[in-house]
């Protein structure tokens, strides 16, 4: 990690915004790789059990869109856990937010062609129990063009630093969503291959994907680990950990592909 460096004014402008937009991070060569991977978890190559979840866009008149999530697929094609995302990732969280920062869990989010439904507003620390270490970032890779049409990143500036916004729980997939705008929110628009980080505090959405074009992204979510284990030792765990796992799956199939991740 000799090569990577993250400036002291890049740490201000997160800490004070709650965001920072990484330009380039991950090569071409490599981000077509990872597409391989990412594939198969889609098309259902890797099975990932009830850790997979297809939702449907709020549009009745378009019966077929949904969002495919994959959580922790990680636990389930282990090389990506030591591949060149994460670790980059890991180095550049502990920078900004303190050397405990460790992966708590990864998860895979794509937004099929005119899949027009949106990811309501939401602050991912509501999704956790009250903590007394609220530090926490979670990092969003495209792996194709992140547009205002297809999905980017909507954030809220210095939304981290006030208090937790209202969330409520939604009738069909048990999603957390608090109250948000566009007026008062930033969208980024990414290339493949560029990151942008968000506090675990810091409101955020994407619209839906109105284009032809997939929206694949890599998310990486780190945490103290005091912090990771207290919530485990109190029984909360939204990374499945009790299910059965099979970290194993298609690696065979897939050492080709690692090789250059790693």
């Known amino acids: 990690m000799n090569d990577l460096k993250i400036s002291q004014k890049e740490i201000q402008f997160f800490e004070e915004n709650g965001y920072l937009v990484i330009e380039n991070l991950i090569e071409a060569e490599t981000i077509e790789e ?7 978890f889609i098309a ?4 990932v059990g009830e850790n997979r979840r297809d939702l449907k866009g709020e549009n009745k008149e378009a019966q077929k869109e949904s969002i495919t999530q994959i ?6 094609f ?3 856990k030591d591949s060149e995302y994460y670790r ?3 180095f550049i969280s502990r920078r900004l937010l303190g050397d405990d920062l460790e992966i708590d869990f990864d998860m895979f989010i794509n937004k099929p062609p005119f899949s027009d439904a949106i990811t309501p507003w939401h602050q991912d620390c509501a999704y956790w129990i009250d903590m007394p270490d609220k530090r926490a970032v979670s990092a969003w890779m495209p792996l194709d063009e992140a547009t205002l049409d297809n999905g980017c990143m909507w954030y809220v500036p210095a939304s981290h630093l ?3 916004r209202k969330h409520t729980s939604t009738a069909k997939n048990g999603a957390l969503v608090c109250e948000g705008n566009e007026d008062e929110a930033v969208y980024i628009e990414l290339q493949p291959g560029s990151v942008v980080l968000h506090h675990g505090g810091t409101a955020h959405y994407s619209r839906g994907n109105t284009t032809n074009s997939q929206r694949r992204a890599m998310i990486v979510n780190l945490r103290p680990k005091s912090m990771i284990n207290y919530e485990r030792e109190r029984g909360f765990d939204h990374t499945g950990e009790n299910k059965v796992r099979n970290e194993n799956a298609s690696l065979t199939s ?3 592909d690692i090789k250059k991740i790693k």
């Open 34 to 40: 990872y597409k391989k991977i990412y594939n198969d």
């Open 44 to 47: 259902g190559k890797i099975d």
């Open 71 to 76: 959580m922790v697929p990680s636990r389930y």
């Open 78 to 80: 282990n090389p990506l």
């Open 88 to 90: 980059k990732i890991s």
């Open 162 to 164: 006030k208090p937790m």
């Open 254 to 256: 897939h050492k080709k």
